[in-house]
């Protein structure tokens, strides 16, 4: 069969000669062969993932190019691109990804097989060699640039077409024959501060993750108070002095006259506030109480912290265009929201209150927000008139008026305000009427709204429930974003329609009728999902997974190429 095969290429590229498509200088018809076999199966035995089918297409039309000649090897030798190519594949861990994927332990032993290692190499190694690293640098720039896993396989609503490269040519124009190829690769990541925040912060914990051993911090019974006695102080201070929470310089040393053979050491002082300021990093309650949940965030340990910033990474590389033009950002499993300007800038930021871990998560995408409206009616979405405002009216007959609804048909006509018969009920349930909040202070969407219309109908909203901000996990809502201060993102969004004011806009949202505004010009937004945050000031903030987006990220990952695209 293999003959066959082989006989049947001969014949192709034979016919391909008589064509004016001759063999290419320098390399047997054999190899050649060989070369195109390999490119048309998308497989290959050497490498670590072999099955290279979702590049086969980019391959046949890179050695197109040069009519399936060597691109990564001359006269037996690698050339200078390709030893910075495979420089930098060594290096992926840096970015967040892994040098084995692009057989970074390989590459010796290929090499060795090619000159100045082996006096008289065999072809046949090089264009394995030339083979091999075509496919890796491929997937690197992929990996790099859009991410490993296209986002709408995990439900993300980003689109990832519009980013993506033409691979051939890239590698023809900007490395194979280029001058500085470690400069041509690092123009494919993210440009965003936040990624490279990001970056910065992963090559730090990667150094922090190989000095640190591990130890567990013992389990606490009650919470360790300021002035208690605690066995794992040592462990404690040891750990926080490394992340940065305690200064070099804090002295958390034990009084001179206590025998700390004889007694646990006291929890106290300058490790107070680093474990405060630990708490803060990952969005919990600033107690400085050592309790059950804080002894859990401080036994997880740097290579898990490690690997939850190689998720975040992947994801800032499915964002979409729209990232790069002054957008609004929420974040779900931070809980806040930030307005940037066109330098990425913040403008605007505040808590945000999302949807539900269970049964109501507010999704990820993005979208072009357009109105605001102020003292807005609160459509009730069917789901919820169906599941909570029927059985409210079943066991009240003054629902209605007591939490300021009304009734309505489809033309927005009311048809009841007070008691409703049970014929009404029935409409209700089968869809045929709706409910609404009137406008006002106590409406479900406060005294103002911001739209971006979308497929899952959510927008942004005010709301009468304030309280909730000053909680540390803040998933409360039915899947849209409430916003802590809506005036200053009303006063952000419309900067550019004259007159608007705060003035104006204090006035619109206590006033007596619903205003909507369009918006000068379309601004993105972007709901998306990251489990680290890297602040300006280059302190690193972890967040939990409430909706376990990265461990099925990470699934996804686990199962190699070809990744789900």
């Known amino acids: ?283 919990r309650d600033v107690t400085g109480h050592i309790d059950a949940q804080t002894v859990a965030d401080l036994n997880v340990s740097l290579s898990s912290r490690v690997r939850q910033m190689q998720l975040t990474l992947e994801r800032w590389r499915w964002l979409p265009e729209s990232y790069q033009n002054a957008p609004i950002i929420a974040n779900i499993p931070e809980f806040r929201l930030r307005a940037y300007d066109k330098n990425f800038n913040i403008g605007v930021t505040m808590n945000v209150v999302v949807g539900k871990a269970y049964g109501h998560g507010t999704p990820v995408f993005s979208e072009n927000m357009q109105y605001a409206v102020f003292r807005p009616y609160w459509e009730v979405p069917y789901s919820i008139t169906k599941s909570e405002i029927v059985p409210h009216l079943l066991r009240d007959p003054g629902y209605l008026a007591k939490d300021n609804l009304e009734i309505v048909d489809g033309k927005q006509n009311v048809v009841a305000s007070g008691a409703v018969s049970s014929d009404v009920i029935g409409q209700l349930r089968a869809g045929k009427l709706f409910v609404r909040q009137k406008p006002g202070p106590k409406n479900s969407l406060g005294l103002a709204k911001f739209l971006f219309p979308n497929s899952y109908n959510v927008y942004m909203h005010d709301t009468p429930a304030t309280e909730l901000f000053s909680r540390s996990r803040r998933d409360f809502s039915h899947g849209c974003v409430r916003l802590e201060k809506p005036a200053e993102l009303a006063s952000w969004v419309l900067h550019d329609n004259p007159g608007w004011t705060p003035e104006r806009i204090h006035e619109a949202m206590n006033g007596t009728t619903t205003q909507q505004v369009k918006l000068a010009h379309p601004i993105p937004v972007l709901i998306v999902y990251a489990t680290v945050v890297v602040l300006e000031d280059g302190q690193v903030h972890f967040y939990d997974d409430i909706y376990g987006h990265d461990a099925e990220l990470e699934k996804a990952l686990v199962k190699g190429y070809p990744y789900p695209w």
Not at 20 to 38: F, K, R, T, V
Not at 99 to 119: E, F, I, Q
Not at 206 to 222: I, Y
């Open 1 to 283: 069969m293999a003959a066959l095969v082989l006989a049947a290429l001969l014949c192709r590229l034979g016919a391909m000669a008589q064509s004016g498509s001759a063999a290419a200088p320098g390399l047997s018809a054999e190899d050649q062969a060989w070369l195109h076999q390999a490119v048309d199966s998308g497989n290959s035995s050497d490498l670590r993932w072999p099955n290279f089918a979702d590049y086969s297409q980019h391959l046949k039309k890179f050695y197109g190019f040069n009519g399936y000649s060597l691109w990564w090897v001359k006269n037996g030798e690698p050339t200078a691109q390709a030893m910075q190519v495979i420089a930098t594949l060594r290096q992926a861990e840096l970015k967040g990804l892994s040098a084995d994927d692009y057989d970074g332990s390989r590459w010796d032993g290929r090499l060795a097989k090619l000159k100045p290692a082996t006096r008289l190499p065999a072809e046949a190694d090089a264009v394995k060699f030339d083979l091999d690293l075509t496919v890796c640098v491929m997937r690197y720039i992929s990996d790099l640039h859009i991410g490993k896993v296209n986002p709408k396989h995990l439900d993300f609503a980003f689109d990832e077409e519009s980013k993506k490269y033409d691979l051939p040519e890239f590698l023809r124009d900007h490395v194979v024959n280029g001058g500085d190829v470690t400069g041509a690769l690092a123009t494919v990541e993210p440009p965003y501060p936040g990624y490279r925040r990001t970056i910065q912060a992963l090559q730090t914990y990667l150094q922090l993750a190989k000095k640190d051993d591990g130890e567990q911090l013992p389990a606490v019974k009650k919470p360790i108070v300021p002035g208690d006695t605690y066995a794992g102080v040592p462990r404690l201070a040891q750990l926080l002095r490394l992340v940065g929470d305690l200064p070099q310089g804090a002295d958390v040393s034990p009084d001179v006259s206590v025998d700390v053979s004889a007694a646990p050491p006291v929890y106290k002082g300058a490790l107070v506030d680093a474990v405060k300021n630990f708490q803060r990093r990952l969005g």
